[in-house]
Every structure is written in structure tokens, then in C-alpha cells.
């Protein structure tokens, strides 16, 4: 309606629109009371003459949003549609799903009751609850080696938000940080967002190659890396290069930003402990969620720093988001406590590895006439990596297998230079039996699929 027309009588306009002359009553009040309408005194309600009508208003709101499309950050263009920040649709090898087990989502139903009074709380440590805290220091001390004590600890929001607190606080704009090629994605495109200049250093058989790393002559501020299960490859850097380096960051002062993952699920053998438990130089800041091990749903991570950059990240916690939520926090304080988290791991361990091998038969099977796609069986983790043959495009493939009704994520995207050769990776924790087979093939018609569609 254009400035000064004259709205109906609610009388009328009830009967015009079919609802109470009451709604209408109300609805008039809100419009005069954010200066929509007027209302004249004995000649009825009219438009504002301040509102303009639709045309000019849309020439204004299309100009201003022209302007606005360029005025974002520059860490938000470096971001902005990249597909690998998409989250992956829940079906077959979609990684990183949890599985736990009726016993578990049971026990941690009980735990929550406990607890719902915590909702409803002051504002807390933006450290996180003590308690957990120390649950984390007792389970890392065991399983990872690592030597801390609580209040070097941060509860965070998943390992993502660990992640981006180390980056907040540690780099400036312009710092070298060195990767492992090919890496973990959200992490390469955090430091990214953050300003940092990446530097690439190759990972072969033995981990991140520190070798090269040492021959760098800029001034790298910081190494971010996956020793324990290097991602995606699936390699175990060795304690010789693990030491070499601690080594290396000590005698450049550099961090060393250690992302255990996913060290819960080992199949075979023990794993080596922790860089943080090695390190006599307080040079490694160490990082973990229960995403894995427990629900991504509880949005739990951790991290644990030296003592000399805990006033540092506590402030800059209180800036990100003040403290995290209490209530998920007591629950997976008290299934730690009471025992609950070590049996729990015991049944997921022996779950995901019955999945592994039951999906490596299934590959092995399917690809039993192209010799040249290699099936590698992880001894950690729950994913495992497919090698394809030269002149396979896995992001081609990915697309078709998306399409198809499966998810697998090309390798290729997981490096900064451009790569010869290209791989498939492939989630198989939360795979069940019934779905294996069929999407096996569907994988299968997919890869056959995107070779054919390249030549």
C-alpha cells in the first residue's frame, strides 16, 4: 500500500480476511506502534508517509545489498563454499560417525538426569568444570602418556574450537605455519582463515618428514601435526623423528600443535605415547575430543597447553564464547569417574575393528579384477585409505559416489600442491552389515563410473 492510503475499518478488514475484528484490533495497534500507520482521529488509520513504497525501497535494498557482498573478512572469503566444510550426509563411509551401543546411550541417559539442574546455573570456569578436567588429566596420563595437571586444561567445544583457540592465540597475520601434505582440511583451513602463510612439508611412510621441516629457512611460528595417526594417510610418525621434532621446535621456538585425534581405536598394538608426554622443552600443545569415542553430538574437546600460555588462552576463551555448557560436561565427568568410559571403549574398539575387516573383504572382493586400486588396512582409526591407479580422479568419483548414495572423500582436495596420485577415504565405524554390500557396489559402479567419464 502506498504512503497515505487509508486501511480498512477493522470491522471491515475482519470481515475482508476472515479472522477476528480482535486480531485485527491487535495487528493495527502493532503497526501504530512501529509507526507503519497513523491514525486520524475521526478519518481513520493511513499509511506513514515514512515508509516508502515497494519500488523505491527495493532500488535501495538492492543497491545496498550489492555493497555488502564484498564486505565480508578476508578469513571468511578464504572459507566461503569451500565443499569440504560441508558436512557429510550420514550415509555409508561417511567418517568420523560414532556408534555407541545401547549399553552406553543407557548409562549416559542416567548420568544426564543427574544433572539437569545444572542448566540452570551461573556463569562458570571458562576453563571448564574442574571436574572433568581432572577425569581428563587421570585418562591421559594412562592411555596418551601426557603429563598435565587440570588447570592446564581446556574443555572446548570438539577439537575444531581447540584448534581455532591456539590459532587465536599463538598467531598473528603473516606467520609461516607449517602443515603436513596431504592434511586434515578444517585445520589447514583455520590456519588459513587465521592469516597464516602455510608451508607444506611432505609426509612419507615414517610421518611428517622432519627433515625438510628443518631445512626451511623462514621463521616458522608453529608445526601442526597428526603423529599418532597421521590424516589421511594413516602413517605413525616415528620416535626418532618424533624426537627430532621436539628437538627442532625447541631450538627454533616454535609450537608444535599435536592433534590426537582418534587414539582410542588402536586394533593391534599399543601406540607411542604422546609428543606432550615426551617433550622436556614445554613446546607441544596437546589436543583431543570425545566426538569420536563417545557422541560428536556432546561437542566435547580438549586441550592441554603449557603453564606459560594458560593466562593467555583463558582470556581469549572468555572473548570466544565465555565458558563452555556445564551440563555435558558432568555427565562425561561421572562416566569417566565411575569407570564406565574404559568398557565402553573396549565394545567400540571390538565393533569398529569387525566393521574394518568386514569392509576390507568387501573391497578386496570388489576389486579383485583392478589390481591397481589398493586397500589399505588401518591398524588405527575408523577410516581407511583407498589408493587408485593413475588416471583415476577421485573428486570426480566422490561426486558420482555422492550421487549414488554413498559418501567417500578424494585425498587430492586434502593437499595444497596438485598430486599425482589420488585416493578415496572411507568411514567405516557405524557401518552395519546390511548396508556393506549394497554400498560397496554402488562405490564400486561409481569409481568405474568417473574413469570412464575422465578418458
Same mark, same amino acid.
Not at 548409562?107 to 568444570?129: N, S
Not at 605413525?236 to 621434532?245: D, F, G, I, N
Not at 553430538?297 to 582470556?315: H, K, N, Q
Given at each position: ?52 513504497? !515497494? ?90 602418556? @601426557? ?5 592446564? @586444561? ?192 573396549? !565394545? ?70 596438485? @598430486? ?19 554400498? @560397496? !557396489? !554402488? ?13
Amino acid at each position: 500500500m502506498p504512503a497515505g492510503a487509508r486501511l480498512p475499518s477493522t470491522r471491515a478488514a475482519a470481515g475482508l480476511w476472515g479472522v477476528s475484528r480482535g486480531v485485527v484490533v491487535e495487528a493495527y495497534e502493532t503497526l501504530l506502534s512501529e509507526s507503519y500507520v497513523v491514525g486520524q482521529h475521526g478519518s481513520g488509520t493511513f499509511v506513514s508517509a515514512d515508509v516508502p513504497g !515497494r519500488p523505491e525501497r527495493a532500488r535501495r535494498t538492492t543497491a545496498a545489498h550489492t555493497m555488502a557482498k564484498g564486505d565480508i573478512s578476508s578469513a571468511a572469503r578464504s572459507v566461503i563454499g569451500n565443499a569440504l566444510l560441508d558436512p557429510q550426509p550420514q550415509v555409508p563411509f561417511a567418517t568420523g560417525r560414532a556408534a555407541p551401543d545401547d549399553r552406553t546411550r543407557a548409562i549416559l541417559k542416567r548420568i544426564g538426569h543427574r544433572h539437569l539442574d545444572a542448566l540452570c546455573d551461573h556463569y562458570r570456569d571458562p576453563q571448564g568444570e574442574e571436574r572433568l578436567r581432572t577425569e581428563v588429566v587421570t585418562y591421559l596420563a594412562a592411555a596418551r602418556g @601426557v603429563r598435565c595437571e587440570p588447570d592446564r @586444561v581446556f574443555i572446548t567445544s570438539g577439537s575444531q574450537q581447540a584448534i581455532d583457540l591456539a590459532i587465536r592465540t599463538l598467531i598473528d597475520r603473516g606467520d609461516n605455519v607449517a602443515i603436513e601434505e596431504p592434511g586434515y582440511p578444517p585445520a589447514r583451513l583455520a590456519f588459513t582463515a587465521g592469516g597464516a602463510r602455510l608451508i607444506p612439508i611432505p609426509v612419507d611412510p615414517h610421518g611428517i618428514n622432519v627433515e625438510l621441516l628443518a631445512e626451511r629457512t623462514e621463521n616458522v611460528r608453529a608445526v601442526y601435526v597428526t603423529p599418532s595417526h597421521q590424516y589421511p594417510t594413516g602413517t605413525v610418525l616415528s620416535m626418532a623423528r618424533r624426537l627430532a621434532l621436539i628437538d627442532w621446535a625447541a631450538a627454533k621456538g616454535a609450537w608444535i600443535l599435536e592433534d590426537d585425534y582418534d587414539s582410542e581405536f588402536r586394533y593391534d598394538d599399543r601406540p607411542l605415547a604422546a609428543l606432550q608426554g615426551v617433550d622436556e622443552h614445554e613446546r607441544v600443545i596437546y589436543l583431543g575430543t570425545f566426538s569420536k569415542a563417545l557422541l560428536p553430538g556432546l561437542r566435547l574437546g580438549y586441550l592441554v597447553v603449557p603453564a606459560e600460555l594458560v593466562p593467555a588462552i583463558r582470556a581469549m576463551r572468555v572473548l570466544l564464547d565465555r565458558f563452555p555448557a556445564p551440563f555435558h560436561q558432568l555427565v562425561v565427568a561421572d562416566f569417566l569417574s565411575e569407570g564406565h568410559f574404559s568398557s565402553h571403549l573396549r !565394545r567400540l574398539r571390538e565393533s569398529y575393528r569387525a566393521s574394518r575387516d568386514m569392509l576390507v573383504a568387501l573391497l578386496r572382493e570388489q576389486f579383485i579384477d583392478q589390481p591397481g586400486i589398493g586397500i589399505e588396512v588401518p591398524m588405527q582409526g575408523v577410516h581407511l585409505l583407498a589408493r587408485l591407479p593413475l588416471g583415476f580422479n577421485d573428486v570426480s568419483i566422490a561426486q558420482a559416489a555422492r550421487r549414488s548414495g554413498v559418501t567417500v572423500l578424494p585425498i587430492s582436495s586434502m593437499h595444497l600442491a596438485p @598430486v599425482a596420485g589420488h585416493g578415496l577415504l572411507l568411514g567405516f565405524s557405524a557401518l552395519h552389515s546390511e548396508d556393506a554390500a549394497p554400498a @560397496v !557396489r !554402488r562405490l564400486a559402479l561409481a569409481i568405474r563410473q568417473g574413469h570412464a567419464g575422465n578418458g
